[in-house]
């Protein structure tokens, strides 16, 4: 299933069931796990109950983009604008926490673009997944690291060109705080600093 959904996304990045089950498949029991831990503590539970959402409809980007400059609304809105892209949207069920924390989680793939500085080339996708991998120990991210390393979709040069930008994104994902432990819809009029230093993001290394 895993396969099948991941040769579907290669084709088509934004499909939303395909990257729903492609999460379902391979990491059902990571969600579980981070839903566990979120149920015992009131930042969690709050989450959980409330399930706020970045997706598309959710969010005025318009609003966003008037926001003063630094800002993590207005650095969101115009990512968008510059990459030429809509934020995400599902029409994907959800009937549990675990199906919501995959959502969320996919709804704030492109924050985690504006806060690590990694770019939406093929190259800094790669760097993303890296970091996710250190961070949550995803298995999408290690099936997609290894796709991308033996078939190169989108133009990928030979991974060793660019390994030591894995190795470096993979080490800054362990060492930021779990990408689950901030709201990031209450940080859009924040600085986006702010919220780097909520994650206890690391600079971004030259």
């Given amino acids: 299933v895993a396969y099948r959904a991941l040769t579907i996304l290669s084709k088509a990045p934004d499909d939303p069931v395909a990257a729903a089950m492609l999460n379902a498949a391979l990491d059902g029991d990571v969600y579980r796990r981070q839903a ?9 539970r709050k989450l959980l109950v409330e399930r706020p959402t970045l997706q598309k409809g959710s969010i005025d980007l318009d609003a966003l983009a ?28 959800v009937r549990n926490e675990v199906d919501y924390l995959i959502k969320w989680y996919r709804e704030t793939h492109d924050l985690h673009h504006v806060l690590t500085g990694y770019a939406t080339d093929a ?23 290894t796709f991308a390393a ?57």
């Fill in 36 to 44: 566990e831990a979120l149920s015992k503590t009131e930042f969690g």
């Fill in 66 to 93: 008037k926001l003063p400059e630094g800002t993590v609304g207005r650095a969101f809105a115009e990512y968008f604008v510059v990459n030429k892209i809509a934020p995400f949207e599902t029409p994907y069920e």
């Fill in 123 to 145: 190259v800094g996708e790669m760097e993303v997944q890296a970091f996710a991998l250190g961070n949550q120990g995803f298995r999408v991210s290690k099936m997609i690291l």
């Fill in 150 to 206: 033996i078939l190169r979709p989108h133009n990928l040069p030979p991974m060793w060109r660019y390994w030591s930008r894995l190795k470096r994104a993979y080490r800054r994902g362990q060492q930021t705080a779990n990408l689950f432990s901030v709201r990031y819809d209450q940080f859009l009029e924040a600085p986006v600093e702010a919220l780097r230093k909520a994650l206890e993001l690391p600079p971004l290394a030259a």
